[in-house]
């Protein structure tokens, strides 16, 4: 069955750099938007970054624009977030998710998305 399974959290101090993969199994990796969605402690789930199935376009939300770079690798069927400049702010569970490409895409919307992986916990000190 399809998977998606985060990696690469931890424990960083404010203004360092993490990266997260999320590596698909199950699926034809390249005919999925991937996104990225956090949810900290007593919060809502919240968009972070999207990329089209071929790469060609990425999406942020404003508070990690500048910060964080989406990409991916179809043949390792994986996807990345790259963060860098990490604030306290940062700190939550981060989800990869897939959606079927189609010609609309609501890439900030969750319900978008069918397949989501468990997380990975990122803790950023002061």
């Known amino acids: 069955q399809m998977q998606l399974v985060e990696s690469g959290g931890g424990v960083v101090q404010a203004g360092g750099s993490l990266r997260l993969s999320c590596a698909g199994s199950g699926l034809t990796f390249s005919l999925y938007d991937m996104g990225w969605f956090r949810q900290a402690p007593g919060k809502e789930r919240e968009f972070v970054a999207a990329i089209r199935s071929d790469g060609g376009i990425t999406y942020y939300t404003d508070s990690v624009q500048g910060r964080f770079t989406i990409s991916r690798d179809n043949a390792k069927n994986t996807v990345y977030l790259q963060m860098n400049s990490l604030k306290p702010e940062d700190t939550a569970v981060y989800h990869c998710?897939?959606?079927?490409?189609?010609?609309?895409?609501?890439?900030?919307?969750?319900?978008?998305?069918?397949?989501w992986g468990q997380g990975t916990q990122v803790t950023v000190s002061s």
């Open positions: 998710a897939a959606k079927l490409k189609s010609g609309t895409y609501y890439y900030s919307t969750s319900s978008e998305y069918r397949h």
